[in-house]
């Protein structure tokens, strides 16, 4: 699985990333644009995804969500790729900003996000477990 291989097995588990969370959480619900989900494939195997969404809460919002490259397809400028192709989907759509969130251990995508734009946000009032945001203005 793209996801659990990207993220690690520990981060995919804690989660319950699954197929089946996905559709009940994501793909059925408003907030889900279809033409903004993005899979790169290799030779017929997927390597890499991404995918723009809305929070109800905060239309004029995008969010920068499940950023994933399998290990296999790191440091090709596929999770560039994929970032910019998400940001032009908002931009498209009239968003104002996008946010994303990520742990403070993966450093090499928050030197990438950092180099399209985007500024951390550190709040203290965030669970560990919910990751760091950060917002593109």
């Given at each position: 699985m793209l996801i659990r291989d990207s993220f690690g097995q520990e981060f995919a588990s804690e989660h319950e990333l699954t197929a089946e969370l996905f559709m009940s959480k994501y793909a059925s619900q408003a907030g889900f644009d279809p033409d903004g989900?993005?899979?790169?494939?290799?030779?017929?195997?997927?390597?890499?995804?991404?995918?723009?969404?809305?929070r109800e809460a905060a239309q004029e919002v995008g969010v920068l969500h499940y950023l994933a490259v399998h290990p296999e397809h790191r440091s090709k400028g596929l999770a560039r790729y994929l970032s910019l192709l998400v940001l032009h989907r908002h931009r498209a759509c009239g968003k104002k900003c996008v946010e994303?969130?990520?742990?403070?251990?993966?450093?090499?995508?928050?030197?990438?996000?950092?180099?399209?734009?985007?500024?951390?946000?550190?709040?203290?009032?965030?669970?560990?477990?919910?990751?760091?945001?950060?917002?593109?203005?």
């Open positions: 989900f993005f899979f790169v494939t290799h030779r017929g195997q997927f390597c890499g995804t991404a995918f723009a969404w809305t994303l969130r990520t742990e403070a251990f993966r450093v090499p995508a928050i030197r990438l996000y950092l180099s399209l734009g985007f500024e951390r946000v550190i709040k203290s009032h965030i669970p560990r477990s919910v990751g760091n945001p950060f917002f593109m203005p």
